[in-house]
Every structure is written in structure tokens, then in C-alpha cells.
């Protein structure tokens, strides 16, 4: 626990004088904020732009931070040198994973915020962004694992990014997009949060959430077995 | 003497690519042991079976009579590695790097200042890696390997590259760590250091030891010309045999007051190593260390 800890402390110095990875957290939670405040189009959703980039956030936003990160610390030897100084990979990927998970849930905050929900629906909203966030990060986290340089892992961590991050979007201006979409995990927390008001749990969409979480957590556990961090 | 590390028939093979090929040998304890050979030769490969990050394919290796494959956590907290990539963390400084270490280690913040004076970096405290020359992220980087204060240092190439004045302070670092009883195992395809630092080392080729011994051993055994080589103050040079033969004519120059320096001439790691092998140590690396054979301080 307590080098969970201290790689999770070094993170955020690290993050704070990464521009690329920064920018990940911030662009949707500040481009919400502005959006929503200043975009008043007639007959347009209610939180539009809530909805929207929050979803986009889910697809985008831990995916290809934690894939960076992981990657990064692979190239250049640094996880390496942390598994000689008795780091287990666990530890590691608990501080890193814990640390990416509540810098996303930060800018979900700022995205709810934007909302202007109450209580009861911005708690909602904050779960919702929680699960999603969690399975994104373990998407991330298995290409970071798999990856032997960040070059590798970009190049595997943009295409997979589009599609998580612009289905929802790309599902609400095509029909068949939208059936095919239904199946992942971004575009039913994007019909989630788009029916927040009046939520409700379907066995459907449950199991779908299920089985997507399922599936990364078996990607996860194959890469770390295949690859084992070292 | 405890042995510190033990290999016997350490054979380690990647596909079809024979790396390392049955090493056997024993570091006994508070001794600077080189390893060296050329690039490609299974230098690093050897580090990381011998740190447990890699595992052999045949035979036994051991960390203070331990299996390397089944290192406890406090034999793990024993040992300091400064690998060929630094592994430092190029956007936080010199201070975080260390004080994320120490909390790694369970060691004390307060000894970060000591450990940053004695390896020159004190000043730079405050600079991100990123900004560091080749010469202070080695430093910083052996720095890390020293602040846990291990019983066994495992370097790999710590002088690599680095200006001459540079490789005096890192081997002095070193030679004070030897005092204080620590073990270090070093790679190395720099022959001068080898030389000058080490009490024993290991001539590695294509994963296969060619030979070992002390330094001044290995060159010994191979010098077969026995030549001394003779200045005059005309600047004439002579080469004569190294025994009874040429002591008149050496004593001749003497009483003339004719000689302005003479040396005995043996063979260094180097030639020794091209000898055995028919190939350089330095094939790929930094030559400047490298006179093309040693003359023995003037006699």
C-alpha cells in the first residue's frame, strides 16, 4: 500500500509537467463548461453538451492517459527499475490505475457541475461516469501493457479511442451505427446520462454493461500474464 | 570471504540464440568484480538474470546463497542497480527523483542532501533530468543505486560516454564504496577501467568466458614478448629484451645519463582480449580511453 502510495504521489508531479496528458483531463471538463454555458441553440437537449462529453470524456480521457503513462514507463525503463526496487506490478498499476481513475472522476465532477443536476441525479451521474471510467481504464491498460514504446501504444490507442469516444456521438445521426453501437459500453452510459432524469436500470442494459466489463477485465488479465509489466 | 554471487553453468538462450553459455563463477564479498566484454557480448543479459529480472534457462544462480529466481523483498531492498537506460523520471528533478526512491526504499529523506553532495549534484537539486548532460544523469542515476545503501551494486556501464574527468569521480565514488564494504559488479567494454578499478574481472565473448583472473594476472599470463621499450634524450627508441641480455647496454645508457624514459611493455585487457577472441573490446564504443597498449609507469 504504501508504494501504491508513492507512485501515486509521483504521478501527479509528473502529470503536472506533462502537457499531453493534462490536456486529456482537461479538454472535455473545460469544453463543457464553455459549451454549455454559452451554446443556446433552440429545441436543442437539455445538457446537450453534458451528454455528449462525458461520454466522449469515458472513451477518451483514461484510455489513452493510462496507455501513455504505462507505455511511457516501459520505454524509458523507469517500471523497469521500480520492479527491481520491489515494486509488485500490482502496486503499481493500483497507483497508476487509482490515480488516473480520480483525475477522470475530478473532470466528471466539472462536467456535472455543468450540468446543474441536483443532488440525487449528480450522484447518479457521478457512478455512471465511474463505472465507464473504469472500464476504459482497464481498455488503456491493457494496451499500455502490451506496448513496448508510447509509439506503439498511440498507434493502438487512437483507433481504439474513436471508436469508444465517437459512437455515441456518430449513433445519434445514423440508425444502423446505433444498433450496432448499443453493444458498448460508451454509448449505453451515453443513453444513460441522456436519460438521467428517468433512469432506468434494464436488464439489457445491465448485461450489456456487464459483459463489457467482463471483457476488459479478461483483456486485463491476459495482457498482465502475457506481459507482466517487466 | 562469503561469496555474494554464485553462478554455476548459467545458460540463457533466446529462440535459438545462445546468449549466455554455462558461466560459472563466484564475487566474493566488498570486491569490485568487471565483467567485460563488447557489446552484444551478454553483459546486461547477465545483470538481469543475475537481479532476478530474467530467468536462465539451465543452471543455478545465487544472491547471497539465494536463488535469483526466488529474491525475498529484503534481499531485493539489499541490492542498488544503475542499468544502461537510467530509469529516472525525466520531467521531475533530481530531488524528486531521489525523494520518490527513498520512499521506495523506506529510506529517510534527510540523507538526499549527503548523497546529492557526495556524487556533485547538490547545486542541481532543483533541475528536471530532462535538462541534465549525459555525465549528471549518470551521476544521479548511480546516486539512486547508492541510497539504499546496498550491500551488492550492480552497474552496468556506469562510465559509458562520460568525459574523462567525470569517470575519475564516478570511480572514486566507487573505490569509497569498496571501503565501506560494498560488493559491485560492474559491465564494462572500457578497458582502462577494468584495469584501474577492478580486483577481478571476466572476459565475456559471444556469452562464453575466455578467461578471468586479477588484472595485472591476465596481462602477465599473456605477455610473451617481454620487451622494454627505451627513450633516449636524442629521442632515439629502442626496443630490447626484458631480461639479463640487455642490462649492460641498459647501464651503459644509465651512466650516460642518456635515457629519457623507459618502460616494460605487456599486453593490456584489450590486446589480451583481441588475442583471444581476433576481435576488439571496443568494436562499438568510446575509444578515448583506449591507448593501443600500456606502457608501465617509467621505471
Known sequence: MKNTITIFKKQIKDTLRNKTVLIQFLMFPVMTLIMNNTVKIPDMPENFFVNLFAAMYIGMAPLTSIAAVISEEKEKNTLRVLIMSNVRPCEYLLGIGSYVWLACMTGSLVICISGHYDRKTGLLFMGIMAVGILISLLIGAVIGIGSRTQMMAT???????????????????????????????????????????????????????GVNICIAVLAFMAAFRKCNLA | MKDCIKADGLTVRFSDVLVLDHLSFEVPEGMIFGLLGPSGAGKTTLIKVLTGQLCQNEGEAQLFGKDTRRLTAAEHRSIGAMMD??????????????????????????????????????????????????????????????????????????????????????????????KKGTTIFLTTHNMFEAESICDHVILLHKGSIIEQGKPSDICRRYDHQNKLHITLTDGTELTLDNNGASAPAVNEYLEQNRIRSIHSSEPTLETVFIELTGTGLMADADLRFAPPRRENAPK
Open chain 2, 85 to 178: 537506460n537510467y530509469g529516472l523520471y525525466e520531467r521531475l528533478s533530481v530531488y524528486e527523483n531521489l525523494s520518490f526512491y527513498a520512499d521506495i526504499y523506506g529510506v529517510s529523506h534527510r540523507v538526499i542532501p549527503d548523497i546529492l553532495k557526495s556524487i556533485g549534484l547538490y547545486d542541481a537539486r532543483r533541475t528536471a533530468v530532462s535538462k541534465l548532460s549525459k555525465g549528471m544523469t549518470n551521476r544521479l542515476s548511480l546516486a539512486r543505486a547508492l541510497m539504499n545503501n546496498a550491500r551488492l551494486l550492480f552497474l552496468d556501464e556506469p562510465t559509458s560516454g562520460l568525459d574523462p574527468a567525470t569517470t575519475r569521480e564516478i570511480h572514486d565514488v566507487l573505490l569509497d564504496q569498496r
Open chain 1, 155 to 209: 498507434s493502438i490507442t487512437v483507433p481504439v479511442m474513436m471508436i469508444f469516444s465517437f459512437l455515441p456521438m456518430l449513433s445519434l445521426f445514423n440508425g444502423t451505427v446505433a444498433k450496432i453501437a448499443r453493444f458498448v459500453y460508451s454509448e449505453q452510459i451515453s443513453r444513460m446520462l441522456g436519460s438521467i432524469d428517468s433512469l432506468e436500470f434494464t436488464a439489457e442494459r445491465a448485461g450489456i454493461i
